[in-house]
């Protein structure tokens, strides 16, 4: 037998078991066995090959063979008449599958072989691991196909980042296919994706990961009105690549991540687009601009503050008006003269004014 550890299992080859047989009469008594018939193995992982050679003289050599290739070793003595033909299939592959047989060189020169032979089926995992580049919202579809020794089930499962993901297949068909379907993808689908074939009573592979990399917005600017002579940014900010920005169709130069539009007059009015692009990928919101003669000249700003302090929102206009105050679209003061808002807050809570 053999024993490996893959990938956090410990996966054990029984390759070659044999019943012993002792010579007692001339050199010409010998005898190769093999014993077992076939064994699956892992692709990527070490199989052992072990014959019996029984011999009253010790053998020269001793080989196993393999299409035309032969591993030619030393006999090892187990005691008695009883030799042992050991070789090693290191990091095995599809090549590796195939008829094996054992011969040995005896002392008259002479060459046995093995009547039996050992069966040898790499089970092998496919899956493509290109790095992949798609925008959000769109899908995303994973192909993984694992060959299968027959009487055999195979359960192919995901893993998104190291952990689980997906629905797992489970299948006795030969190759099983597994496939992992991403519907209206988000930029937290990032990351590496592994496919896993768990072979019963055998073990486990895994194929290497694969990248995906969403191109998505992370803020997104937002229609807004406002007056002349006022200052009022576009914020935009993706997952990856560069940003840049279009009005009313028209790119406008020099322009990355967020947009300040300062001393607003009407000409600034139209529909403002920010574009995402990156490996051929492109994403795209749009927000409308309105400047007018009156309302809003000085709007209030984000802030970051501790629970429990106080934060002071400030906006004026350049027209007699009162002022409404909205949490999250929702009225919380109606109404009042003051161009200023101060109060203690709970994070998180959004504010906006409104002028009557």
Known sequence: WYQRRVRGYIVVVVVAVTTLMFCSTAPTCSKIEIGTGSVNV????????????????????????????????????????????????????????????????????????????????????????????????????????????????????WTHNGK???????????????????????????????????YLDIGTQTSEAAQLTVLGFLSQPSDISLTSGSTITLYCDTTVGFVSWTKDDESITNVGGNLEIQNADESDSGIYSCNGQFQGEEISSTAHVTVSEDGITDHPADQSILSGTTATFTCTSNVAATFSWYLDDILVVADIASQTLSSPFSPPEHYRDRPG
Not at 63 to 89: F, N, Q, R
């Open 42 to 157: 892992l692709q990527g992982t070490t199989a052992s090959l072990t014959c019996k050679i029984t011999s009253v003289d010790a053998p020269t050599a001793c080989m196993w063979s393999h299409t035309s290739e032969d591993a030619e070793t030393t006999p090892i003595s187990v005691g008695g008449d009883v030799y042992e033909c050991k070789a090693w299939l290191e990091e095995v592959d599809e090549t590796s599958s195939g008829s094996y047989s054992c011969s040995a060189v005896l002392a008259d020169e002479t060459v046995a072989t093995s009547t039996d032979a050992l069966d040898i089926t790499v089970l092998g995992l496919t899956f493509d691991t290109s790095n992949t580049t798609i925008s959000e919202n769109t899908d995303q579809t994973f192909y993984c196909a694992a060959s299968n020794p027959p009487e055999s089930t195979v359960i192919i499962s």
């Open 164 to 198: 689980s993901v997906g629905e797992r297949t489970q299948s006795s068909a030969n190759p099983i296919m597994g496939v992992l379907h991403l519907p209206n993808i988000s930029p937290s689908a990032n990351g590496l994706y592994e496919c896993r074939a768990t």
